[in-house]
């Protein structure tokens, strides 16, 4: 799978910005050459039984996310790191 688009849900997005420098580096790598070619792959699993929310772990990140098949979009939404 490819093609998907990367967004962040405002609670994400304000999580990222406290995310330390190097951290933040390796966690965009892992996202843009990991998980957002294969939304479903890279060890994540389903949260329930909806198959397009989803959680895994990035360098080290828990997130959770939203997978959006019919615009390609994946939506995360929650990030966790220590």
Sequence with gaps: MSGYRLQ???????????????????????????????????????????EDRREATVSGVVIRYYVSRSVLTVTVVRVVYL
């Design 8 to 50: 962040y849900a405002p609670p994400a997005d304000l999580a990222l910005d406290t995310m330390d420098g190097g951290l933040r580096t390796r966690f965009d790598a892992g996202m843009r050459t990991s998980l957002v070619p294969d939304p479903y792959g890279h060890g994540s699993a389903p949260i329930g039984r909806d």
